[in-house]
């Protein structure tokens, strides 16, 4: 059974959005406030968003988060919003106001890391249009520029230089669009990072209508929309798997521009 449009629920979502005390908004960066682009590089923010999740962040009562498969410094770069929670590396680094953490399991995987991307990018050569990023506490193997018909010869490159180190348990592999990462052995995830700063945010307002809401578009976000199953309200961008943990699904990163700009409003007059 197809999920609903979030659109065809919003006279009901209006009323949850006014009342939260506080509003916490968790937004992927690519496929999700931007269109998925041929390269990373090219997904950039449009000023109007970036207006949209600066005023936001100014309102009271309102907790603004990005969390990126990104390294932190590059979201940054992207974004240049004061006042947001940035959550690079899916969880694995966070940086807000007054506030800076780094997993330190995924610190002591440097090494390893590094090993792993010289392996890669021997193995990537004969393959144009796939390549290694070096994301500091991850790895991230792209190849949505490589031929079709190479796709499967990557994947399965990725997993072969792998497999000692998954075997003494140094690393884990996980996938999503167009892409391989080579991540710490830790259960880390955007679901984890999600919890644990919804905890944090619990306590430091004494919140008592917390409301979270969670939008993004890859694998990797179905793990905060399975975080948030019984207590947010979860949307799911572009074409919608039917295995999707998500409460609501919206067309493109062009609705969520609409779904700021709605959110924005509401909370304007609630402020005033």
């Known amino acids: 059974m197809p999920i609903p449009s979030l659109?065809?629920?919003?006279?009901?979502?209006?009323?949850?959005?006014r009342q939260a005390d506080p509003l916490v908004l968790f937004f992927?960066?690519?496929?999700?406030?931007?269109?998925?682009v041929a390269h990373p590089s090219k997904a950039r923010l449009s000023r109007e968003l970036r207006e949209r999740?600066?005023?936001?962040s100014r309102l009271p009562g309102v907790w603004v988060a990005l969390v990126s498969g990104r390294a932190l410094r590059d979201l940054k770069q992207k974004v240049s919003v004061a006042g947001l929670f940035y959550?690079?590396?899916?969880?694995?680094?966070?940086?807000?106001?007054?506030?800076r953490h780094v997993n330190p399991a995924a610190r002591k995987s440097r090494p390893v890391l590094r090993r792993i991307k010289q392996l890669l990018q021997k193995g990537l050569r004969p393959l144009p249009g796939a390549w290694v990023e070096d994301k500091g506490?991850?790895?991230?193997?792209?190849?949505?520029?490589?031929?079709?018909?190479?796709?499967?010869?990557?994947?399965?490159?990725?997993?072969?230089i792998a497999a000692p180190f998954l075997l003494e348990r140094q690393v884990r592999v996980t996938t999503g669009k167009m892409v391989c990462e080579i991540r710490p052995p830790v259960h880390w995830t955007k679901g984890t990072v999600v919890s644990w700063l919804l905890t944090r945010e619990s306590v430091l307002s004494k919140g008592q209508k917390l409301l979270p809401?969670?939008?993004?578009d890859d694998l990797t976000d179905e793990d905060a929309f399975k975080a948030l199953q019984n207590r947010g309200i979860t949307v799911t961008v572009g074409r919608a798997s039917p295995?999707?943990?998500?409460?609501?699904?919206?067309?493109?990163?062009r609705e969520i521009g609409r779904l700021l700009k709605e959110i924005l409003e509401i909370r304007q007059e609630t402020a005033g």
């Open 7 to 17: 659109w065809t629920q919003w006279r009901s979502l209006r009323a949850r959005i």
């Open 137 to 160: 506490l991850t790895l991230s193997v792209h190849y949505r520029q490589a031929k079709p018909e190479n796709h499967p010869r990557v994947e399965t490159l990725v997993y072969e």
């Open 87 to 99: 959550v690079g590396n899916h969880g694995l680094e966070v940086q807000g106001p007054g506030f």
């Open 243 to 253: 295995l999707t943990l998500a409460r609501y699904q919206v067309g493109s990163p």
């Open 53 to 56: 999740l600066r005023k936001l």
């Open 28 to 36: 992927d960066y690519d496929g999700t406030l931007t269109p998925i």
């Open 213 to 216: 809401l969670y939008a993004g």
